[in-house]
């Protein structure tokens, strides 16, 4: 008789090692936070101070007068517009670090 190799059998699942936490991507991070922030204008009550001129012309809070005004909550076309103009508000602030980073790399 001849002896043959036994049949290889697959590891169970409890000889596998943990999977390590892997962070998210970005936009994931920014969709919950955007989505976060949406669902809490539905919950916060919307509110504002009054303001009063300083000593130094400047405009200031009063923080002894505050009134509730009528809630805005945000629609779902504002919440899938937030992320893009996000990015387009802040395009002068990323441009302006890349020609920094440009001008560094030289």
Known sequence: MRAEAPIAR???????????FAFPHI???LLIFVAGMSLAS??????????????????????????FIESTPIGLMDFLKAIPQGMVSA????????????????
């Not at 001129?53 to 505050?66: A, D, K, L, Q, S």
């Open 27 to 29: 936009y994931v991070i």
């Open 42 to 67: 539905y919950i916060i009550p919307a509110g504002k101070y009054e303001r009063v001129e300083g000593p130094m012309g400047r405009m200031m809070i009063n923080p002894e007068v505050f009134t």
């Open 91 to 106: 395009s002068s602030v990323v441009f302006f670090t890349f020609m920094i980073g440009g001008a560094l790399w030289c």
């Open 10 to 20: 697959p590891e169970s699942k409890q000889h596998q090692p943990k999977r390590k």
